[in-house]
């Protein structure tokens, strides 16, 4: 991951399109091969949310806005594409729709498979004691019906997941840390950039600390621990940045005047009714997913999320008090 990160984002979107294709291929055969085994039970999986805890079923949610990874960490990259404003967005909503679509097939064609030797109340157990022990249910059912002709897939499911998904946000937060260097936030030695316009230090600063952390957490946590773990804080800091995003659509619905005026802009009004609505959403899933956990855990999470943000804002602060209204109107200008 580091590697390609390094080579640039030509090189990394090229190993993403080979790698994904052929992980996104090899996902739908097994679903369909799950879902046509004999005695399978097609059921509703809605009939069973009264019986989830909403906490639980909100930590779900967190973890599950991970599958699609990379729609939240396209916006970043969108210096490096061209025609950003089409092409950005679209392809935001084509990986929620084809991820999310993938996902719910996968395990859905899995929980029929397990369902077609034990009833649903064997299910939840063995899903619980499965989870408990730090082994992965899914894997545990699929060896059940494929065996070890399965292991070659899984293992390259695996390395290409963790590949993919971190490279996906070390591009995002090497973009980040770029974009904040320019803007004079952070050091300006996170805007270098070499000849074919990637920040490389911004990307072995965000690579190396991934795989710093990475590995870190696993020694102590052990793999699964560490994935929940760091899953869930990952997720948590993605809705933070779903408020941010929220909170920028309805500041800039109440500031397009202009736009407004010279008829460019007639949506205004919807604008605000989506960016309260989901900022309520968001706010929701946040409480009620950490209700849902050992908070204990997420003590160090909080602490650095508080300094950064102090730091932010004190640096803001200084900045307004030390320079002048004339120096910072030519810089505005």
């Known amino acids: 991951m580091t590697i390609l ?35 399978g039970i097609f059921f509703n999986p809605f009939a069973y949310m009264s019986s989830v805890p909403l906490s639980t079923l909100m930590v779900a949610v967190v973890y599950a806005i991970a599958i699609p990874t990379g729609y939240g960490t396209i916006a970043p990259l969108s210096g490096e594409v061209k025609r950003a404003r089409e092409i950005v967005s679209r392809a935001v909503q084509a990986v929620i729709i084809t991820g999310g679509a993938l996902a719910a097939l996968a395990i859905y064609s899995t929980a029929v498979a397990g369902l077609s030797y034990m009833n649903i109340h064997e299910f939840i157990n063995f899903l619980s004691k499965a989870t408990s022990r730090g082994l992965s249910p899914v894997i545990i059912i699929l060896h059940h019906f494929l065996g070890v002709l399965l292991d070659p897939i899984v293992i390259f499911a695996m390395i290409n997941d963790g590949v993919l998904g971190s490279l996906a946000y070390v591009l995002a937060a090497s973009r980040t840390l770029y974009a904040m260097a320019d803007d004079g936030q952070l050091p300006s030695i996170l805007s270098l950039i070499n000849s074919k316009g990637n920040p490389v230090i911004s990307v072995l600063i965000s690579a190396l600390a991934l795989d710093a952390l990475a590995i870190t957490t696993t020694y ?114």
């Not at 030509?10 to 799950?34: D, N, Q």
């Not at 008829?263 to 609505?277: E, P």
């Open 220 to 333: 102590l946590l052990g793999p699964f621990n560490a994935f929940l773990l760091l899953g869930f804080l990952s997720m948590l800091a993605n809705l933070i940045v779903h408020l941010s995003a929220n909170f920028a659509l309805f500041r800039a619905a109440t500031r397009k005047i202009k736009a407004v005026l010279y008829g460019v802009d007639t949506m205004r009004g919807l604008d605000k009714a989506v960016s309260i609505t989901a900022a309520l959403i968001t706010i929701f899933t946040a409480v009620e997913s950490v209700l849902g956990v050992n908070l204990v855990e997420l003590t160090p999470y909080f602490v650095v999320l508080a300094m950064v943000v102090i730091y932010l804002m004190v640096r803001s602060l200084l900045m307004r008090g030390l320079l002048g209204s004339g120096f910072r109107y030519r810089i505005v200008k």
């Open 5 to 39: 990160a390094y080579l640039g984002i030509r090189i990394s979107a090229k190993y993403a399109i080979f790698a994904g294709s052929l992980e996104m291929v090899a996902l739908v055969l097994i679903s369909v091969v799950l879902l046509l085994i004999p005695h």
